[in-house]
């Protein structure tokens, strides 16, 4: 079964910081991940995703995720954090096993991210 | 343009008692999937329609039941509610066919808080 896991259940950061929101991921064939913040009362944003190519990904606010195959991961980064970076944060991937087509996603538990002044 | 948008914001029902959401996609966009996403938890998939016909179902009774209409927006409705049905419903909208590309992102809207008394 594809599944995505976030081991953290809060992270904790002071502003200005690097931050780190860990995901890892088991899929069959090959992984399209996705980053999504949510504010509070809010719907999802999308921040970045993984399709091929570079380890690197750069997504919007500042935000990047280092994918990393060997260890299945796919690790959400931000050099500086900001207070208002404070939000939840989902890792996704995408069902490549669902028969109904593409758009189904497969989202972790969340990790809460409370960044300090 | 305008995003997704989903109607009501919030809606207090009693068990028992029956809901209906709603959602309009992005302009232009045919694939609309509702997620459902408990307090605590993340969205877990609960239908998608593409071109108004059911693609795919997610792990839900058949209390659950959406349709969609000629213009792509979407209802939601949910028969007998259950103090367990209490969540926010998210509708997500994309561009991407049946067929791929499965790296496409979707798009959120807000959401609908339900809260079953």
């Known amino acids: 079964a594809q599944s995505v896991a976030q081991p953290e259940d809060q992270v904790n950061v002071a502003e200005g910081n690097p931050l780190t929101v860990k995901c890892t991921y088991s899929?069959?064939?090959?992984?399209?991940l996705f980053w999504y913040v949510q504010y509070p009362n809010r719907g999802l944003q999308f921040l970045l995703k993984y399709i091929t190519g570079d380890n690197l990904v750069k997504g919007s606010y500042g935000f990047e995720a280092e994918f990393n195959k060997s260890q299945t991961s796919f690790h959400l980064k931000k050099p500086s954090a900001l207070v208002s970076d404070s939000a939840l944060y989902f890792c996704a991937v995408r069902d490549l096993m669902f028969s109904g087509g593409y758009n189904k996603l497969i989202f972790g538990a969340g990790t809460r991210l409370a960044v300090h002044p | 343009d305008a995003g997704v948008t989903q109607s009501p914001t919030h809606l207090i029902k009693t068990r028992g008692q029956h809901v209906t959401l709603r959602c309009s996609p992005i302009?232009?966009?045919?694939?609309v999937s509702w997620y459902q996403q408990v307090l605590g938890q993340g969205p877990q998939f609960i239908f998608q329609?593409?071109?108004?016909?059911?693609?795919g179902r997610g792990n839900f009774p058949d209390r659950f039941s959406a349709r969609q209409f000629p213009n792509y927006s979407s209802e939601l409705n949910v028969n007998a509610l259950l103090l367990g049905d209490s969540a926010l419903y998210l509708c997500?909208?994309?561009?991407?066919?049946?067929?791929?590309?499965?790296?496409?992102?979707?798009?959120f809207g807000p959401g609908t808080r339900l809260t079953v008394l």
């Open positions: 302009s232009g966009h045919k694939s």
């Open positions: 329609y593409y071109e108004k016909e059911e693609r």
């Open positions: 899929v069959s064939g090959n992984p399209y």
């Open positions: 997500a909208s994309s561009g991407t066919g049946l067929a791929g590309p499965p790296y496409n992102e979707q798009f």
